[in-house]
């Protein structure tokens, strides 16, 4: 049966909507909002503050800023008149380096139309005023150096920047930062996923051949200019060589005035460029991206380049499928000079998370883990003299922040610049004064005749573990007992039955598993790769697809997914339509499809018509809307007219799959999910499902926070994400994809978070966290990815909480569930224990024994 919907006619919903956009009632930001409160002019004592330098321990005493210096660490003591800014129970970061962003660049990255382009430089088109600026300092990033694109095999030079938002140029630049120049390898400059062309080169080979046709004419360049200036020096007069600026960089290669760094991502192909500079006498300073670094680590280390690489980020193409985040960790043990970079204007908002990766998936030390996204940057860029730690005497580029920055729960509340706060934290959202308040939240007892059964099957007993039910209060030192799939007691005075296998989870939290809605698992496998890719059709609605009979029950998503304790997904098409097709729900173990299946057809999917928030006749329904909207109205009256002529006993109306496929969800006999992104496009999703009277679910929902009001009266539930996302438009308030979760709850309207992430939705969590971090309450984002997400899929009677009666999906954390750098030790899926292994765990395991000594 489809919702109930409150007393309210669409006219009335049509003008509430209106009203709430047209008053600008939802928070903004424009440039007055994102001006500091707080004025230092270069000097202040931040005090009593943990201190994480990046080059030690962390610590607690007081800094003191001098000039926009770093005068003082410790026990500082001033005169009456120095700003003191208290930083009792908050931690203070040195600044991120992003080693490979491609902000604050106004006329694009790429001179694409020839393979050697080192004439250009990106400081030609800087822009002080792009918004990214503020955005990547409110994510705690001080310093980020700007690359050329990676179109050509030698592209154009680089330039390093303090991120200083809306400054004149030469405030931007840093200057006396080492010149570079962005080489680039494999499918990037042999144009492999574009449309074929003419220039050259086509294949890697080709790429070779650019690097020693260069600088084998470099070299006779810098030649002819010895000779001509040799010959000066004799006395004589000779015409000069001909100038080429390109030639000039090239040469500033060989001679070492000028850096190489260079985007890459397979072994050969690092390995070629390495052996190449090596001919020709020049080192590479670093190798941007790298993902099969950690395969020749040792050749890297002995050549002396210096590895940036991503936490986690893989199979967006060919290239990227032995990504491992293990990667960044293997190259440090290595002894290469490791960091880690963004190439992303959402990503450099989080990279202190990105490094905490590195602590999660390979054990790395914290403070080694800090330095992958400060200092080791800095020493890359050569600029470690300048910023990335905090030490006396260095540029006081600062983060204080409300938690320990690896921590996935923590914020940034002010980021300082050269001693001048250049970001501070405001509360758009009032989500601090106006907190979410506390849910209390039950369940049925569904353990009426479940009990350990003596002639059953195996029986395992969790014990000495923090149990967290998430339907009710924590127990510590709890025990809990799977048996037959389901699990059959749980408490801190359970007794073990006879026989049990006791796995001993001391010290540990016991959670139940993660579900991760609207995933392509098992749909997709590499991005770039058309053939492994199923998850989105042609030829306009397509309701009858199910992506059921289509899953790769192989994939190797399915296990890395698994891995970060994700038990159950929900996985469907994308794509296409707007009528997508039929998701299902599987459990992330099983050898066939069938296996893998729990319930089939659980929504369709639909792609909402979008309406942009500044149309002009915003209540206007467009052609593609009327169009959907006929579809819906056919599909019922096909039904009426099947179950008229069943029960008359008269011939049935032509077979039609597709208005066979969508009348159960067009007369709410099933659940529809509809996705819809910015304000107006949910405005009239609402109507719409108000109007068709749909069983109808929320997703995406990125501007949810700009119409709460309605959503709230509406009652309707609302699947948000992906949380790490950047605003929408320029004014919306900079967190408002992590605070958006937070304003649905405060309204009451009911939720849950997916990923969005067709690469990572292992990472669900982490969204959760950010969410968290950002004013959801705790329990009330580790609901949004196991209860609530059950409530979505109608199945919270089975999974999504712990307790006696319920499939036994269960997980065992090393520390909180939310927080990056907590492993999954444990995963059982219906009382089955799983294998946390998988394709990158055993490229880790087996290219980590390289390293030891043979």
């Known amino acids: 049966m489809h919702r109930s919907t409150i007393a309210s006619s669409l006219c009335a919903l049509a003008l509430l909507s209106s009203a709430v956009l047209a008053r600008g009632e939802h928070p903004f930001e424009t440039d007055a909002e994102r001006k500091p409160q707080l004025v230092t002019h270069g000097s202040c004592v931040v005090r009593n503050v943990t201190i994480h330098s990046a080059v030690g321990p962390a610590t607690v005493g007081d800094v003191l800023v001098e000039g926009g210096k770093i005068r003082a660490i410790g026990e500082v003591k001033v005169g009456p008149g120095v700003l003191v800014l208290d930083g009792t129970g908050k931690h203070l970061a040195p600044g991120v380096v992003d080693n490979h962003s491609h902000i604050a660049i106004d006329s694009g990255v790429n001179e694409g139309t020839l393979s050697i382009t080192a004439d250009c430089d990106i400081s030609d088109s800087l822009d002080p005023d792009d918004l990214s600026i503020y955005r990547a300092l409110a994510g705690g990033v001080t310093t980020a ?23 004149p140029y030469a405030e931007l630049v840093l200057r006396g930062a080492p010149e570079g120049v962005k080489f680039a390898l494999g499918e990037n400059p042999k144009r492999s996923n574009s449309a074929p062309g003419s220039r050259f080169p086509d294949t890697r080979m080709g790429v070779e051949a650019v690097f020693e046709r260069a600088f084998a004419r470099a070299a006779e360049y810098t030649a002819e200019w010895k000779g001509y200036r040799a010959a000066q020096a004799r006395g004589e007069d000779p015409a000069p060589p001909r100038r080429d600026v390109r030639l000039d960089a090239l040469a500033g290669i060989l001679d070492g005035s000028i850096d190489v760094h260079s985007h890459c991502y397979r072994a050969d192909e690092i390995l070629m460029l390495l052996r190449v500079a ?83 998936y390979a054990g790395l030390d914290e403070v080694r883990a800090l330095a992958l996204v400060t200092i080791n940057s800095a020493r ?79 029986t395992i ?37 006879a026989g049990a296998t006791v796995i001993d989870v001391t010290g540990q939290d016991v959670w139940p598993g993660v579900i991760a809605l609207g995933t392509p698992l098992g749909l997709f496998e590499i991005g770039s790769v058309a053939g492994t890719d199923d998850v989105s059709e042609i030829g306009g609605d397509q309701p009858d697809l199910r992506a059921s009979a289509s ?59 979008r309406v942009a928030n500044d149309a002009k006749e915003k209540g206007k329904k467009s052609d593609a809307l009327k169009a959907l909207e006929k579809k819906f109205v056919e599909a019922r009256e096909y039904a009426r007219l099947v179950d008229e002529a069943r029960i008359q006993g008269l011939a049935a109306p032509a077979f039609d799959p597709r208005k066979a ?4 969800y067009a007369n709410a006999e099933r659940r529809v999910a509809v996705h819809a992104q910015n304000a107006q496009t949910i405005l009239a999703a609402v109507r719409f499902i108000r109007e068709q009277k749909l069983d109808a679910v929320l997703y995406g929902c990125r501007e949810a926070w700009k119409v709460v009001d309605v959503l709230a009266a ?68 580790v609901r949004a990815i196991t209860f609530y997400a059950a409530r979505i899929l109608r199945m919270e009677h089975e999974v999504g909480s712990l307790a006696v009666g319920k499939v036994a999906d269960v997980i065992v954390t090393r520390g909180d569930l939310l927080e990056i750098r907590s492993p999954v030790t444990y995963s059982f899926i219906g009382g089955v ?12 395991e087996r290219w980590k024994k390289r390293l030891s000594p043979r």
């Open 278 to 360: 090596e001919r020709f006498g020049f080192k590479v300073k670093t190798l941007q991206h790298v993902l099969e670094g950690y395969k020749v680590a040792k050749e890297i280390a002995a050549h002396g380049a210096g590895p940036s690489t991503f936490g986690d980020w893989w199979a967006y193409k060919i290239e990227a499928y032995d990504a491992v985040p293990q990667n960044a960790a293997l190259m440090d043990q290595a002894g290469c000079l490791t960091s880690l970079n963004s190439d992303s204007a959402e990503m450099m908002r989080r990279l202190y998370g990105e490094a905490a990766k590195s602590v999660r």
């Open 661 to 664: 496929a969508l009348a159960p």
């Open 551 to 609: 899953l790769a029950a192989d994939s190797a998503h399915i296990p890395v997914t698994r891995t970060n304790g994700i038990t159950r997904a929900q996985t469907g098409p994308s794509g296409g339509g707007p009528l997508r097709g039929q998701s299902c729900v599987i459990r992330l173990a099983g050898d066939t499809w069938e296996e893998l299946l729990v319930k089939d057809r659980d929504m369709l999917h639909v792609d909402f018509p």
């Open 145 to 167: 150096r700007l690359l050329h694109g990676s179109a050509n095999a030698i592209g154009g030079r680089h330039e390093v920047i303090k991120l200083k938002w809306r400054v």
């Open 714 to 781: 509406e009652k309707l539930p609302v699947v948000v994400g992906p949380v790490l996302d950047l605003p929408t438009d320029e004014f919306s308030p900079y967190d408002a994809p992590y605070a958006n979760a937070a304003v649905l709850a405060r309204a009451g309207v009911p939720f849950a978070i997916e990923s969005d992430d067709a690469e990572n939705p292992r990472n669900v969590a982490f969204h959760a966290a950010m969410a968290s971090a950002y004013g959801l309450p705790h329990a009330e984002a």
């Open 833 to 844: 224990r799983q294998d946390l292994s998988n394709r990158q765990t055993q490229l880790y």
């Open 380 to 458: 890359q860029l050569g600029i470690e003299a300048r910023t990335g730690s905090i030490e006396v005497g260095k540029d006081a580029d600062l983060v204080l922040l409300d938690g320990d920055p690896l921590s996935s729960l923590a914020k940034p509340l002010w980021t300082m610049v050269d001693g001048e706060i250049q970001f501070q934290r405001r509360d758009a959202f009032e989500l601090e004064t106006k907190p979410v308040p506390a849910s209390a939240l039950s369940e049925p007892d569904r353990s009426s005749g479940v009990a350990w059964n003596p002639n059953g099957g195996e």
């Open 461 to 497: 007993a969790l014990v000495g573990g923090r149990l967290h039910p998430v339907t009710s209060s924590d127990v510590e030192r709890g025990t809990l007992v799977l048996q037959d799939g389901r699990i059959v007691a749980m408490g801190a005075s359970v007794a073990i039955p």
